[in-house]
């Protein structure tokens, strides 16, 4: 399997999924992201890499692999999230003010006392995240799987939560 990204190319979460299920040898990715000043990592593995309390602001993890990777107390505000692949990320205390997280797969993650304010969540899978303490004002849930998941108020969302937790 071969994936062709070009600039000014919209993702959506099934396409990310696919250029990462296959086999490493046959996807070739190159990601941008080298310098950790620039944060341009799109399409990026970054599993289980350390980021806690980067200053990152307007940072591009589009589509990006960010599986337990850690960005507690980071400075995150307007970076773009979309159609991440980010199961048990680590976002506690993060500032992630106004940015889009559409689509993004963030299972089991740790958003613990995280600035969500107007983070746009649009279909994204929120599913037993920790979201006690979070802003959440102004946030966008349409569509967000929330089953699981430690609300704000530290009750725990039913299973059929979509949008908002139930």
């Known amino acids: 399997m071969s994936v062709r990204i070009t600039a000014g190319c919209v993702f959506s979460l099934a396409a990310a999924l696919a250029a990462w ?8 990715l190159t990601p941008n992201c080298v310098d950790a000043k620039e944060f341009n990592c799109t399409l990026a593995d970054l599993r289980g890499k350390d980021f806690s309390n980067a200053k990152a602001p307007e940072a591009n993890f589009e589509a990006a692999r960010l599986d337990g990777a850690k960005f507690r107390g980071a400075d995150l505000r307007r970076a773009n999230f979309q159609v991440a692949i980010a199961p ?3 976002l506690s205390g993060a500032d992630l003010e106004n940015a889009p997280a ?9 958003l613990a006392g995280a600035n969500l304010k107007g983070v746009n969540f649009t279909r994204a899978i ?13 946030a966008v849930l349409v569509g967000t799987r929330l089953g699981g998941a430690i609300w704000t108020d530290g009750r725990v969302c039913a299973a059929e939560s979509i949008g908002e937790c139930k």
């Open 21 to 28: 299920a296959g086999p490493a040898s046959a996807v070739t």
């Open 88 to 90: 048990e990320i680590d």
């Open 102 to 110: 559409f689509a993004t797969y963030m299972k089991d993650a740790n």
């Open 126 to 138: 929120l599913a037993g995240a920790n979201l006690k303490g979070a802003n959440l004002e102004g």
